[in-house]
């Protein structure tokens, strides 16, 4: 065994999702504690030229090749097997991501490691290795031990601060052919799920007004864009909204959604049940407007006001518009 944090890097249409960033983050917080070295695996085609955005990993285990051009579940979590068994790490860091959680259950299968999921923490002191989770959709928060003295940690996203984990620089690198797997699988890659062309990104949105159920009516939907105009901001929802078809499925918060973290999250007539505040916990600011003084949303909220939506949000919209 190493000893060292092998972090799985995760590259969407050339670039590193945020999750990358987060997890080298707390990488490096874990190696500080352990005096362990910190392995950033990056694997893929023609991404060489993006090693220099990893300044915080020692290393980069660099796996490049044709047949890993898009993400494939048996040539990736090949790759990263062949990566483990190599440097024998303790922690290996994955995201909990529709990819990463593909490469976490393999990996730990393959390894013969313990894998821990849901993880929003991870420590690695020399007692040992353990991690808290969250247990349905965060309602619980349950602290795991290893039994053992390495394993995998799928992480949930905010597991540290994306910000700490970008650095530019020129980490060693160590290239290391693909496995056979790469090449011979049969699986293909079909396409990647774009939002709606003239759609805004949710997740990149300083400012969200957030409806649910209790807007009511598809027609009511427009007073939130008016109060999201003048905010600067965009219109976002819980996923009733979005199984009635109001709004599209890019503009859904949630489990079966997006998670989002804006500065100011606005939620309108939403009750906050589990799988909607799975996604928007994180932001920085959330003042929720319900009716229902017991609605869990306010379980959540900075800031709240039991009262009717219809009486606050043209008001919002000519004071700040006006
Ligand atoms: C596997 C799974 C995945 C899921 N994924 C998601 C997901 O990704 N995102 C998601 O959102 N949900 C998800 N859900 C559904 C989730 O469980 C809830 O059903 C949903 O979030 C409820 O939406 P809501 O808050 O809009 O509606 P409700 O729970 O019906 O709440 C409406 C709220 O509006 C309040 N209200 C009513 N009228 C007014 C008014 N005039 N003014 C102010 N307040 C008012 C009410 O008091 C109530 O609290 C998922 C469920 C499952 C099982």
Redesign the pocket.
Known sequence: MSGNILVVTEHLSGAFTDATFELLALARNLAGVSGAEVDAALIGNSVEGLVGELGVADRVLLIDDPALESFNPVGHTASVVSLVDATEPRVVLVPYTSTGMDIASHVSAQCGLPLVSYCQSVDASSAGLSATCQLYAGKLLADVEVDGDRAVFAMLSGAAPAADGRREGAPAVEARAAPPEAAASTTRFRALGEPEAGDVDITAQDVLVVV???I?SEDNIEEAVELAEVLGGAVA?????VDQGWLPKTR??????LTVKPKVYLA?????????V??MRDSSTIIA????PH?P?FGVAHYGWV????DILPELTDRIGG
């Open positions: 649910g159920r209790g009511d929802a819980s996923r009733p909204i859904q918060v949630g489990k079966s959604g309108l007539g939403v009750s906050g049940a589990p799988e909607h799975e996604g407007v319900n009716t229902d609605a949303i009262g009717d939506l219809f």
